[in-house]
Structure formats: structure tokens, C-alpha cells
């Protein structure tokens, strides 16, 4: 089973949006896809309630910490043959919480939208998850989305110059658009609708997608460069 964790500590950033495209993408390759959500909101599983009957399944897992613990090891459960399994982040997460989502990630996505304040976030969210997350292995893959960019907007410079240090590839801009409005909606994403709707929002989604797939054309997992910590200031 391959794990995706998507996760930033700030709400709106677009973790369900990612989670529930990542999940849908699979699941219209017949991939056995199941969805892990942490959010006590639920949004990751109210999609999944809108999702039509005719479209492929996916496995719904509600890790929300709202309930006795009993009930929510067995609420948790991820069906044995699951191929690939997404996990949706709550906002804020840290300390145990943090640190048990990422044990389970093989892939760990991070999406931003393009606010000055955002950026700020997260470049404070990404040195909290390398240093006190706990990824379990040099193996576990670490990347950025820009999500919600309009055309008319700036500046990714300060993000981009803080990855490059520490070696963080920034996989792709997402574009702000209806169509993943709609897919919210309606339980689906951009690779179960009609392409001729979704053209630009595949081709924008499509490296994440190339990012995740085993056997596609992948850069080499790259080591964190974690001492730069200390050297790099946003902004500077
Ligand atoms: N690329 C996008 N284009 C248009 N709307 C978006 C996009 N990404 C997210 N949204 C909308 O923004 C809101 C917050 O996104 P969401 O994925 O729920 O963020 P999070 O899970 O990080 O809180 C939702 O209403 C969602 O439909
Ligand atoms: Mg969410």
C-alpha cells in the first residue's frame, strides 16, 4: 500500500481538495483507493457521500480524534488490499497527532495558497514537520503545491528560494477554478470528469499525479537538507 499524506497546519490551503483529486484520479485507474481523514469536519468524507454509485468506490476511514479511542481504531480501518491510501490532514495538527499521521506517509504533499501570510506559515509548518514530525525514513518523499493561483498573481520567489535550500521540490500550481468547485460537490474530481471541461486543470494536476505513480519518471528521492534551518530567514 502506498500512503499520501496531505497535509499544511493552515485551514484552507487545500488539503481536501488534493486529497479527494489524488483519490479520484486512482480510483478511475481501478486502483483499490481508500481515503484516511484526520479532520474532525469531515470534508474528506462528505465528499465521499456525494460520490455517485456508478463511479469506482473508495474506502472511507475516519480518523478524527472526536470519538472514544475503541471506536476510532475500528472506524481507522483500512481494508487489507488497498493500493493506494490518501490521507487528509486537519488543520493545526502537531505533537502526537502530527507525528502518527506521518509515521504511516510514504508520499507527504503540502499544498499553499499564495498568500503572503500562507507562505509564512508555511515555511514555519515545513520546519515543524522536519524537525519534530517524525518522518520515519530518508525514503518518505516531502513536496509543495501552490493551490487557489490566479493568473494575476505573484510570487512563489521566497517559498521557491526556501525549498531550494532544503531540497524540496515545488511540483506544480494549481489554478483557482470552478471546476474543482463542482468536483467538491459532486464527489469527483478533474480525471472523472469530461475532459473537455478539465483540460488545464488536468495538465496542472498531472506532475503530482507523475510525483505519486510507481514506475513513472521520478527524480530520485533527494536527502533533506534540514542544517540549513538555521542559515535561511523567508524573505531575506
Ligand atoms: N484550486 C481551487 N480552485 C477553486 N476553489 C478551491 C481550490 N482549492 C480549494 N478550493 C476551495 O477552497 C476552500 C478550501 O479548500 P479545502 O480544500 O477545503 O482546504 P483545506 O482542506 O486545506 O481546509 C473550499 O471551499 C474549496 O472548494
Ligand atoms: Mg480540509
Keep these: 500500500m502506498q500512503t499520501t499524506l496531505v497535509i499544511n497546519s493552515k485551514g484552507g490551503s487545500g488539503k481536501t ?5 489524488i483519490a479520484s484520479y486512482f480510483a478511475s485507474r481501478n486502483h483499490k483507493t481508500a481515503i484516511m481523514d484526520y479532520d474532525p469536519q469531515g470534508s474528506s468524507l462528505h465528499w465521499l457521500k456525494m460520490r455517485s454509485n456508478s463511479a469506482n468506490p473508495i474506502h472511507a476511514a475516519n480518523a478524527a480524534t472526536q470519538k472514544g479511542r475503541l471506536i ?7 481494508p487489507e488490499n488497498t493500493e493506494q491510501l490518501v490521507i487528509d490532514a ?3 495538527a502537531e505533537g502526537v497527532l502530527l507525528q502518527e499521521m506521518v509515521r504511516k506517509a510514504d508520499f507527504i504533499l503540502i499544498p499553499v495558497a499564495p498568500s503572503n501570510i500562507d507562505v509564512h506559515a508555511t515555511a514555519d509548518f515545513i520546519k515543524d514537520l522536519l524537525l519534530k514530525g517524525g518522518i520515519r525514513s530518508q525514503a518518505t518523499k516531502v513536496a509543495v503545491v501552490a493551490n487557489r493561483v490566479r493568473r494575476s498573481m505573484p510570487v512563489y520567489e ?5 525549498l531550494r535550500v532544503l531540497s524540496l521540490p515545488f511540483l506544480t500550481r494549481i489554478s483557482d477554478s470552478d471546476q474543482y468547485i463542482l468536483a467538491a460537490e459532486q464527489g469527483t474530481g478533474v480525471f472523472e470528469m469530461d475532459e473537455t471541461d478539465v483540460a488545464a486543470e488536468r495538465k496542472e494536476f498531472e506532475p503530482i499525479i507523475n510525483w505519486l505513480n510507481p514506475g513513472a519518471d521520478q527524480q530520485p528521492a533527494r536527502p533533506l537538507n534540514v542544517v540549513n534551518f538555521g542559515r535561511f530567514r523567508m524573505g531575506a
Design 17 to 21: 481538495t488534493i486529497t479527494t483529486n
Design 72 to 78: 476510532r481504531s475500528l472506524q481507522m480501518y483500512v
Design 90 to 92: 486537519p488543520a493545526g
Design 158 to 162: 521566497p517559498l521557491e528560494r526556501f
